[in-house]
């Protein structure tokens, strides 16, 4: 069982910059690969950035250049930089992770870009 808490969404005007944290329970947070998924008003859920456990990254194009996703596996945490938002990366923001075939999901972190 692996419980994810995410924080740090907000309201930001456009060209602003946001950094969200999820924060991971349990032991085996290293071996577990982690992602952000965005779902904006009526349209489905997407991959933003995923992150493996040896620290390989990939982006959706949309974002590529202006957000960065890391991890501390000392602190159980995964974050997401987002620089130069605009408003179409307006959303709620989600934490995932797969574990034993299982997939987990925080609450999700609503980001809003907005003048």
């Known amino acids: 069982q692996v419980q994810l808490v995410e924080s740090g969404g907000g309201l930001v005007q456009p060209g602003g910059s946001l950094r969200l944290s999820c924060a991971a329970s349990g032991s085996i947070f290293s071996k577990l690969p982690m992602g952000w998924y965005r779902q904006a008003p009526g349209k489905q859920r997407e991959l933003v950035a995923a992150?493996?456990?040896?620290?390989?990254?990939i982006y959706d194009d949309s974002v590529k250049g202006r957000f960065t996703i890391s991890r501390n596996n000392a602190k159980n945490t995964v974050y997401l930089q987002m620089n130069s938002l605009k408003p179409g990366d307006a959303g709620i923001y989600y934490c995932?992770?797969?574990?034993?075939?299982?997939?987990?999901w925080g609450q999700g972190t609503q980001v809003a870009v907005s003048s």
């Open positions: 992150i493996s456990s040896g620290s390989s990254t």
């Open positions: 995932n992770t797969r574990h034993s075939v299982v997939e987990y």
